[in-house]
């Protein structure tokens, strides 16, 4: 009898711990379903705002879903005194090159590029939807972060139009202004200033136009691939020459409000809520002064000979975006009143420079700032 009673004990016993460790076995694997669950959504970066705060403690709310505007181009070709007169608007912000973002974009390209390395990334868990994930955070970081928060935020960065397809489908709606400029004066401007660019010899206009040319093809035909609808390519000639037309159709096409304030970036440069410009970038010293036409045609009469008789083989482009590769000088039109006063007032030098730049003026290096 004790013997049965035991064996009763022991097997009622070991059906309690049996349905106790069955219990604590659900229990366990729902808490790591939950802590999964947490993880994951912790881990989507894409689907979370950037919450920033000015310091009138307005807050504003930044995602991948936001209008970003994104400026770019050949440098020399009007990218700085675009922004410039963007960020004289009371509701946009663009601020200095990153420099960083096109780095990061070339880097993203060169992945994809390579079969090798891609399909090391994709067997390590790094696939295209991990790293575009990675890339919408990191680049709506730098620009949410390098600046002071506003309504509109804007990015200029002259060779991040190489990679405009990519980002309009990592910024749906994002919009982009390409900045086109007659090739002959951006390579003047970058030979005369010594401007360093990666893959441009400065010791030849037949290089650099040849160069000119390449980059501004795969910007341009990527702007036609996006549509008009999202990217406008804005003509430096024509910005420079009718400031007033060009502006009131940019800010038709970013859907932002008319604001008087653009048409004369310079009196806000270094201001609070204006346009924050340094010494350090190679432009500063050009976009100081109001619209002027003195850059417009500085190229003429400085290219050699042989450059200017092939100059539609080496620069088919030129035509293409309607510039007459034989025409010395061309003619880009006539000037608005505005702008023939602003120009006679910097001849005379009848204008204040800033005391209040950024950083300290540059001595040796050079940048890919364009102007």
Partial sequence: MRVTMRRVLLAVGSVVALMVTLHLGQQVLECQQVLSERRHRLMRPESEELVMMDSNHVEYRYSKEMPLIFIGGVPRSGTTLMRAMLDAHPEVRCGEETRIIPRVLAMRQAWSKSGREKMRLDEAGVTDQVLDAAMQAFILEVIAKHGEPARYLCNKDPFTLKSSV????????????LMVRDGRASVHSMITRKVTIAGFDLNSYRDCLTKWNKAIEVMY???????RSRCLPVYYEQLVLHPEQSMHAIMKFLDISWSDTVLHHEELIGKPGGVSLSKI?????QVIKPVNMEALSKWIGHIPGDVLQDMAHIAPMLARLGYDPYANPPNYGHPDPLVVNNTHRVLKGDYKTPANLKGHPQVTQNTSSSH
């Fill in 221 to 227: 035909s990527q702007c036609l691939e996006i549509g």
């Fill in 281 to 285: 970038e190679r432009s500063t010293d």
């Fill in 166 to 177: 990519y980002l309009s489908r990592l910024f749906p709606n994002s919009k982009f202004l």
